[in-house]
């Protein structure tokens, strides 16, 4: 009998943790930094990398859902415009935007412990990959 409550218990367990992968996708938890590699593409050679800084950290955390990935958005457009694109930062705006999906890491993987988001910018040359610190 105690293999089948043994069995029973794990069984339970695996059915009750198993939603949790779900939330890897990314959430509405404050996280502590936001990473991002600007590349050339499809080479994948980094033309320009930044962290987020506590300011944009603080009010990043304090949005959720869409506000997140457009307020990310904003961010990433301004160091863009640096590099010279071919877009109006409109374009590029949405262009982030769409990639990031319905929240700021919509498409993201789990990779060694960050939330990974590579989005691809058409026209540009260019991919923006977000790395959200857990």
């Avoid at 769409?98 to 991919?127: F, H, Q």
Wanted: charged share 25%; net charge neutral.
């Amino acid at each position: 009998m105690k293999l089948t409550k043994r069995t029973l218990m794990g069984a339970t367990l695996a059915l009750a943790l198993t939603p949790l992968a779900a939330f890897a996708e990314g959430s509405e938890d404050p996280i502590p930094g936001i990473d991002v590699i600007i590349e050339k593409d499809p080479s994948a050679v980094p033309v320009m990398k930044f962290t987020l800084n506590d300011g944009e950290m603080q009010k990043f955390n304090s949005l959720k859902g869409k506000e997140r990935a457009e307020f990310l958005a904003g961010v990433l457009t301004r160091y863009l415009l640096d590099l010279g694109p071919k877009s109006s930062p409109d374009d590029l705006r949405a262009m982030l935007v769409e990639g990031m999906g319905g929240s700021w890491c919509g498409p993201c993987r789990l990779v060694d412990g960050a939330y990974v988001n590579r989005i691809k910018l058409p026209g540009e040359g260019l991919a923006v990959e977000i790395k959200g610190i857990k």
